[in-house]
C-alpha cells in the first residue's frame, strides 16, 4: 500500500510556482521522500529527493517538515510542459521498492 | 539523470506468442532492476525486482512462469512475457537503481499488445 496522500488533481497558472503537497505521517526516520512525474505515455521522470532537510536542483525545490509528516515539490515556475501527474513516494528502510500511489494530476493553464 | 533504455517501445504480437522486452541502463550499473506495468488511468504497478545474478522477487499476484525476468547483467534486464494473451496487453515499464544516487531511474517503457 501506498504511504503517502496527495490531492488527486491541482491547477497552477503558467509562470506561477506550483506547489504540490504530501502527506506521509507514517514515515520512518531512514526513509526518504520521492517525487517522479509522469507525462502521458511516458516512463516516469526522477525530479527530486531528500531526507529530512529541504532539498534544490534544476528541477524543483523540495520542502520537509521538521517532524517530515508531509512534504511539498516546488516548481518555481510553471510551463505547459510541466502538466503531468506527479508522485510522492516514500522508499527505504528495509526496502529498495517505489510503490507508486495514484499521485497528483498538475494541470497547468495557459 | 541517468539514461535506462527499453527496446521496443512498441510490440503487437499474436496471442499464445511469446514477447520480450529489454531493458538497459546506458551511463551507470545497476545491480537492481524494477519491472512495472501500467494499464490505461491507472498507476503502476510493481511487478518484479531483479538482482543482478540472482532470481527475480515477484510481487504478489504476479505469475513468475509467466513473467520471466533475467538480469544477467549489470546493464541489462529482460521481462519476456510468455503465451501472451490479450489482457496482458499494457504498457511495461522498467527502472534501476542507481547506488551510488540512492535514486531509480525509468526507462521509457514499452507498450505491448496482444492480437
Known amino acids: 500500500d501506498a504511504k503517502t496522500t496527495q490531492p488527486p488533481s491541482m491547477d497552477c497558472a503558467e509562470g506561477r510556482a506550483a506547489n504540490l503537497p504530501c502527506n506521509h505521517s507514517t514515515i520512518s526516520g531512514n526513509e526518504y521522500v520521492y517525487w517522479y512525474r509522469q507525462i502521458h505515455s511516458q516512463g516516469p521522470q526522477y525530479i527530486i529527493h531528500?531526507?529530512?532537510n529541504n532539498e534544490t536542483n534544476e528541477m524543483a525545490s523540495l520542502i520537509i517538515t521538521e517532524d517530515r509528516k508531509s512534504s511539498t515539490l516546488i516548481l518555481p515556475h510553471a510551463t505547459l510542459r510541466d502538466t503531468a501527474v506527479y508522485y510522492c513516494?516514500?522508499?527505504?528502510?528495509?526496502?529498495?521498492?517505489?510503490?507508486f500511489g495514484t499521485g497528483t494530476l498538475l494541470a497547468v493553464q495557459p | 539523470g541517468a539514461v535506462v533504455s527499453q527496446h521496443p517501445s512498441r510490440v503487437i504480437c499474436k496471442s499464445g506468442t511469446s514477447v520480450k522486452i529489454e531493458c538497459r541502463s546506458l551511463?551507470?550499473?545497476?545491480?537492481?532492476m524494477f519491472w512495472y506495468r501500467q494499464f490505461p488511468k491507472q498507476s503502476l504497478m510493481l511487478m518484479a525486482t531483479?538482482?543482478?545474478?540472482?532470481?527475480?522477487?515477484?510481487e504478489q499476484g504476479v505469475e513468475k512462469d509467466k513473467f520471466l525476468i533475467n538480469h544477467a547483467s549489470l546493464t541489462l534486464s529482460t521481462l519476456t512475457v510468455t503465451s501472451a494473451h490479450p489482457e496482458d496487453s499494457s504498457f511495461y515499464i522498467c527502472?534501476?537503481?542507481?547506488?551510488?544516487?540512492?535514486?531509480?531511474?525509468f526507462g521509457e517503457g514499452s507498450w505491448l499488445t496482444v492480437v
Open positions: 551511463d551507470f550499473q545497476a545491480t537492481t
Open positions: 531528500g531526507l529530512k
Open positions: 531483479s538482482n543482478e545474478g540472482s532470481k527475480a522477487t515477484y
Open positions: 527502472s534501476g537503481l542507481r547506488d551510488s544516487r540512492n535514486t531509480i531511474y
Open positions: 513516494i516514500v522508499r527505504g528502510g528495509a526496502t529498495n521498492k517505489l510503490i
